[in-house]
């Protein structure tokens, strides 16, 4: 099968495409064919330097896949060859998502919904089970609650933007003039231009924050959250600040999560969710599709298809 792997830690241009075996699945595992590989910001980051990730003997990168049961592995009886599944298997061990052919733990994944392509499918995983685990499970975003997402385009935020809306929540959401409209169509009551306004200057009383950003944007985002609110925040556990005794300040790690995910399906195919893809690329050029996330201007998600 083809996969792309990292030659050595750096820049993109050690993304390479090679010849490795097929897997075979073991027990409780299946072994899915790939359509359609998401893309993320750990997968560029990790490309760089390797940090956080338990690494097999060849590094291999990627998570988000979407694509066929091919197999399955003894014991496993929630899928059959010809299952379409979606999911984000093993992380924050390697999966090798960006492959033809993926081995994952059967309750990593769910059933695709029905009403996406598998690139589209493909854009949900981490993103989406990132947003579901800060909000739902660690937030427990309540009707009525504001709550404020940073980076409320991008592959995270959006997702964030439609899950808490459908929690419902009054959402306001930071982003670029120009990406205002979109937010604004995923559902946010209020979106506020980071570039012109300082956000902590006309936002107040938030129940929620989600920060995606880290740094001086989490400690800033104390200052708009009332007593008993929630911040979250996401790209490491560095950027948690020191909160007053009132705030509860925690760093989220996504993990795999079956319940999740089949959550999740059930908002796309009620309509309360949909994942913005801006571009899909061949799996053959994932080194442009990281040149193109580390730029940081994505709209929604950049996603390989495989099959």
């Known amino acids: ?53 338990e690494w097999g003997t060849v590094p291999a990168v990627g998570w988000d896949v979407s694509g066929t049961v091919e197999a399955v592995g003894p014991g496993v009886g929630i899928f059959r060859p010809g299952d379409e599944v979606f999911g984000m298997p093993l992380f924050p061990k390697q999966a090798g998502g960006y492959a033809e ?5 059967a309750r990593h994944l769910a059933p695709k919904p029905a009403s996406l392509t598998h690139v589209e499918a493909a854009a949900l995983p981490l993103a989406a089970l990132t947003a579901w685990q800060a909000l739902v499970d660690t937030a427990d975003v309540r009707p009525g609650e504001r709550v404020l997402v940073h980076a409320a385009a991008g592959g995270v935020g959006h997702l964030a933007v439609q899950i808490a809306k459908a929690r419902g929540a009054y959402v306001i959401g930071t982003a670029s003039a120009g990406k205002h409209q979109l937010v604004r169509e995923l559902g946010a009551d209020e979106v506020v231009d980071y570039r012109e306004t300082r956000f902590e200057d006309v936002v107040s009383d938030v129940d929620v924050v989600l920060d995606g950003i880290g740094g001086e944007t989490a400690a800033r985002s104390l200052k708009v959250l009332r007593d008993g609110g929630r911040l979250i925040t996401l790209p490491g556990p560095d950027d948690v600040p020191a909160a007053p005794d009132e705030i509860r300040a925690v760093w989220v790690l996504v993990e795999p999560d079956h319940l999740g995910l089949r959550e999740i399906a059930a908002l796309v195919e009620q309509g309360k969710l949909r994942p913005v893809v801006e571009v899909a690329v061949p799996l053959a050029e994932a080194a442009k599709a990281h040149e193109i996330g580390e730029q940081g201007r994505t709209t929604g998600k950049i996603v390989l298809t495989v099959a």
Do not use: C, F, S
């Open 1 to 53: 099968m083809r996969a792309v792997v990292v030659e050595q830690w750096g820049g993109p241009e050690n993304l390479v495409e090679r010849e490795m075996e097929r897997p075979v699945p073991g027990l409780g595992e299946v072994l899915v064919r790939v359509h359609a590989a998401g893309v993320n910001p750990v997968d560029w980051k990790t490309r760089a330097g390797g940090a956080l990730i």
């Open 101 to 105: 052919y993926v081995v994952a733990p």
